[in-house]
């Protein structure tokens, strides 16, 4: 398990609060592509959707399993999820560029 024992526990909560952020501040360049190439509201909610996968994956690597559960499982249903939503509804506005 990386997340409970050290040393890996240290890298892996490292890199995943790296991803998340990378997840967070990527949200609005990739909002405004989208923005540019369709004319809804739709980027700005995928965009959304990606922020809130960002930061429930730094939540991820703020508290262990171990630690608290309730938020590591809200944190994970919240990264996963998150990009989920926003990747349908990316695909769902661009659907009809091409």
């Known amino acids: ?3 409970i024992h050290l040393p890996e526990r240290i890298l892996f ?6 991803i998340g952020g990378i997840l ?3 949200a609005l360049p990739i909002r405004d592509v989208v923005a540019r190439k369709v004319d809804r ?13 960002g ?3 730094i939540m991820v690597a703020a508290c262990g399993p171990e630690e608290m559960e309730w938020l590591h499982i809200v ?5 996963f999820g998150g990009s989920a ?3 349908i509804i990316y ?8």
């Open 1 to 3: 398990d990386l997340v």
């Open 13 to 18: 909560r490292v890199d995943f609060s790296i």
């Open 24 to 26: 967070l501040v990527g």
């Open 41 to 53: 509201k739709l980027p700005n909610i995928g965009a959304f959707f990606q922020m809130l996968s």
């Open 55 to 57: 930061l429930g994956v």
């Open 75 to 79: 944190a994970a249903a919240l990264g």
């Open 85 to 87: 939503i926003a990747q």
């Open 91 to 98: 695909g769902r506005a661009l659907v009809r560029e091409d």
